[in-house]
């Protein structure tokens, strides 16, 4: 880390980020919780193992079509435990507000908040909340950490992952990062993009009872697919390769991805997932997640290879093969 | 709430504090848990019974006498734990930083959070990063949740206060209060006054040792020790006489309260706490307090009674009785 001074691209998901939490969290906090870099921690608490996670919120604008804020915030820490694995309980919510905030807005909010963590099947058990003043900070921000019970045989794991195990995503992908960015922008869309923000915990549960099938699960968030199926690619140190053809997309998105000049592999997603799945029992997983709501356009978007040098790869339509680059600078910040 | 925008009062932690989270928090995620609006909450997985607590800080300045933002912040959420009567386990922290912030500074207070979550003996988790633009918030805030344990044969309730129980502090009030006001005010005193900041987690764990001893424990962080004894004045639904004489202050934050126009019952402590205990083991639960390093100077400063109206009472030294308080606007803003 060369730079004296944090940068918006510490807080892109990509490289300086990963460089970030390498560097100065994970030497400072020194413990193996910490050390897997998964987006829960599981501790035991006696003989019960629980999952335990946090996320802080700053999405611009904090009303978007299909989502706010406080629906964002409960289903980013849902989803991050249910990605490893656990069943999502409880949450808590810290909230910082800047002087002059309608309260009407922050009623909203709430509400908002209340009905995902309805849908989620989850209570928010304590909250806490800051006022600051006009200028210090931009609207509200909103902090959710949450605790889940891990009831898994073994943990998910990089250390399941072998060459020919398959890649699924659970439907059209970056609508979430569209939303919020063309919002933001005000652009018209017909029909407009709706974030796809959800709680997945349910269609993670669907997955997971199909016995030892699921090996890896993750929400592709700010950074997009992108920079998940390089993460996997570090940790299971071997490389994957996506079929671009595969991979869900709506032609709206498609729409946007290209008036805005960006790549939808590294847009947003906050109610999608992706999930490195056993071969032979993929297409039972990709039954069950079909037959769920959330989970209807899922697809195998491509596998798991031995290729050098390790990477990640996509079959372009006309069969030629590209490098999938983990994201560097900060492509859409304050997305989630 | 007649208010059509938050204002800095509402962050207080006094009565516009309390209505935000009565008409607000409390409508919108109605649950027993958030009901009972103590500082942690108490929930069951299956057998066992964890506590989680959630806290932002958003201190300024970031660095004063006795500790920074960082040290705050875990011993703030440490202790919340321990006030329920839990024994802190795991803590996670999302961190919103702001574009242009020094490297260098934010090591510093990974460092200091590192080093007083080993004196509290827990374990950072699990974090999140999150970086905004220049002016879209001060420098950094950090937000802690934390879970624990509960292992007490009852939980600490204020259906267990009795009149006669009394009132103890754990030492000298108002410091850190004063700390971050004389710092952020350029003040020069001699010996300046450091922050009390301290996890007391150990010490409450000596406190509990004594059984069935305690009834109700509170951290008297923003809003000072006024604020806490008028809501256990409601919660109980009795009256607190304290003797003015017999709460610890230390003369140089008289001092510096004096000069500030501030009232010491008033400013904030992050190392200190306020217990109802029972009379006939209070000076049990005094000894073992004044053994522990950080109860060295604990003290009985009063009693709960049967007063009527019911509210909080100072004893003055002229032997007269007057009001105490509860806070009404914002007395000192981003004091943690």
Redesign the interface.
Known sequence: ?N?????????SGGDK?HQ??KE??VP????P??QSLS???L?S??N?K?A???????IKPLFFPGGDIGRVAVCGTVNDLAMSGARP??L?????????????E??TI??S??AA?AEANV???????????K????GI?I?T?G?G?FELPQELSPALVEPGDVIIASGEIGTHGMAVMTARHNLDFSPPIASDVAPLNSLVAKMLAVSGAVKLLRDPTRGGIASTLNEWADDIDMSIEIVENNVPISPTVHAACDLLGVDPFYSANEGKLLAIVDAGMAQEVLNVMQEHPLGEKSAIIGQVTEDKPRGVYARTSIGSKRIVMTING?QL??IC
Chains 1, 2 share one sequence.
Request: include cysteine; aromatic fraction near 12%.
């Open positions: 880390m730079d004296k001074h944090i940068t918006l691209a510490y807080g980020y970030l939490v100065v969290f400072a906090f020194a413990n919780y910490l987006d829960s921690a501790c608490i006696d019960k629980i335990m996670t946090t996320d802080s919120f700053v309980l409880f808590t919510t810290g909230m910082i507000i800047e002087a002059g905030f309608p309260v009407d922050l009623k709430c509400r908040m209340a963590a209570v928010i058990v304590a909250g806490d909340t800051k006022v600051v003043d200028g210090e900070c931009d921000f902090n950490a605790v019970i900060e910040p304050r």
